[in-house]
């Protein structure tokens, strides 16, 4: 934390914007308007145009009592970033709208935008506009990311053919376990204020929840080896309820292997200390943004060199359902435990 | 207000999509795909793409006391293809977030999509996308919109040449007055809540204020007359304001004549019930997105049949500054009193 402190209210709206946007510098060329006009300008010539968005709301999506606002800021661009490269496309503008109410002083706004543009250096993507407004409560976040694709070169999450292989890239379920840690020291901390918080070893989990990763890599590596994922979307919600999307949108049903859901060994033993079962982590734990998807049996041996990508399943017809296999021999039903904000 | 109500979390935030989104007609054959994956894919061949996002907060943008959300969600989209136009293209597609509390039902939430849905029908927009998110506090809404434009057909705010032609178009400080009506009406009901409100006679204010419209109609006169606008900017915040930014940003100055300020009957008669200047309404208040921009003086001739268009001044040197010359005979600089919401 910086030891000065600014009013926003002394910049104004015009300076406030001014000041955290004197320092982009444009890194495609299909950027051909940036931040300061009524509207942005991109060429995408010979290219489809891909857009998402989100909305993050303090208290229901984020708490500042953990989340450094630099965190905060990079992984509110990377979960949209990580939605384009879920359509196989690749981010190239983004739009950021925060909503600031008068408890920020401008050093933290600063250090909130200083996480923007870091995510955007590291994907190479163009901060192009946004709006800010002043908030009566709370700070609110609207990101809205642009891609581009070659021309029906995205990839739906409702095109998985019967028999594809179920794919996901990396490991799962690590910043679930990173959000109890956070939840758990928050709590000691709000009843014994002097206490250190002991989140020692605890690293890897707790950097999976504050500073995730969209899978540019993946969607490199589709290109490169020449493979067109069947369909994909990313794991926000949790596995489960990302593999009951797929196969509603997809009209299929599926088996899941336990034993083939990719796990980190530095999860493992933080779950063992919640005592709960890491692969309900993994199934139920929201956050992760890895990419799941499906690909024909015939691209199966294209990905054998990628040790960042597990086969776990694989489709099959509606009717027999979305099914998980046990490691002890089980069979049953995938149900939806995933995170829901709106519940 | 219908007389059922629908709690929000009873049908989730994936069941809340499929409501809200269910009749959604595709309008444009650039959106190759719409709501219902991690993204939206756009189709912009040949043209360039245009984006801009607001960002509008319950208590500071907007105040349901008097606000029917049917007309919120319609201006919402507004304000927003209204930046689109300023940049002399036509929108195509819209994404559309929300923030609720549970004090909305979902019958309150479908009247504001009904809105964002007239609107989007007027326009001839897609909606392409969005998010919904629970809220602790007041209703919030992001709206991003996309447009197109021919190859390097946008108009910039930086870009008017001295001696062009000043000109706005349609009337200036109608949404201004009709704020004023509808907060002294919302003090005498929160101060006897049993008074009707007096609206009478001033729908045309209220109106301007509550529905505004964007000036498609300008673009298109534009095309057809084979104009093409040296500099453009909307008038979101003020008359005054907006020529500042316009003569900040070419490096300009300028001259406006009060008397060619376009002010409606209508509105001059409602500033004079709260005994206050009709050009200063004009100058100072917001939110009436007509469209402010320059032409060279050659293209003065085509303009003459459009009675939606004023010449009001024009382009100067920078080193004399932006004055208004009143009725009057004097001169006078021009300072920025528009509305900030940052302030």
Redesign the interface.
């Known amino acids: 934390m910086s030891m000065e402190r600014t009013e ?2 002394d ?3 015009f300076g ?1 914007i001014e000041h955290l946007t004197r320092n982009i510098e444009i890194q495609n060329v299909s950027t ?2 940036g931040v ?11 290219k ?14 984020f708490d500042l009592a953990y989340t450094p606002l630099k965190h905060l800021g990079y992984k509110s661009v990377v979960v949209n970033l990580s ?2 490269y ?2 196989n ?1 690749t981010p190239t ?1 983004i ?1 950021v ?3 600031i109410s008068n408890r920020f002083s401008l050093e933290a706004i600063d250090e909130f935008y200083e996480g923007v543009y870091a995510a955007c250096n590291k994907y190479g993507v163009d901060l ?11 700070f ?1 976040i ?1 990101v ?4 581009e ?1 070659a ?1 029906d070169m ?1 990839v ?3 095109t998985a053919k019967n028999g594809d292989l179920l794919c996901v890239s990396g490991n799962l379920g690590s910043a679930y376990v990173g959000l109890l840690f956070l939840e758990r020291e928050k709590k000691i901390f709000m009843e014994s204020p002097g206490v250190q918080p002991d989140l020692e070893g605890e690293s890897f989990v707790i950097g999976k929840l504050l500073k995730p990763e969209a899978r540019k890599d993946i969607v490199e590596f589709f290109e490169e080896k020449e493979i067109t994922p069947t369909a ?3 794991v926000s919600d949790g596995l489960s309820s990302e593999i009951l999307h797929l196969c509603k ?1 997809s009209s299929l049903g599926c088996v899941l292997y336990e034993e083939k859901i990719p796990i980190a060994e530095e999860m493992k033993k933080a779950a063992y200390k919640f005592e709960i079962d890491p692969t309900a982590c993994a199934l139920s734990g929201g956050e992760d943004y890895e990419l799941l998807f499906t690909i024909a049996q015939a691209d199966h041996d294209k990905l054998v060199l990628n040790e960042q990508i597990s086969v776990i399943g694989y489709m099959t017809d509606a009717d027999q359902g979305a099914n998980i296999l046990t490691k002890g021999g089980g069979k049953h039903k995938i149900t939806a435990q995933g995170w ?4």
Chains 1, 2 share one sequence.
Not at 36 to 46: P, R, S
Not at 55 to 61: A, D, K, R, S, T
Not at 130 to 138: E, F, L, R, V
Not at 340 to 343: D, E, I, L, R, S
């Open positions: 926003i209210g910049l104004g709206e406030l051909i308007l300061g006009d009524d509207a942005a300008v991109i060429d995408h010539y010979g489809q145009t891909i857009v998402t968005t989100d909305l993050l709301i303090e208290g229901v999506h939605d384009v879920a359509m496309a503008q739009t709208s925060v909503g192009v506009g946004g709006d800010t407004a002043s908030s009566q409560k709370g609110i609207s809205t990311a642009i891609g694709v021309p995205f739906k999450r409702s994909m979307l990313d949108d829901n904000h709106m519940g």
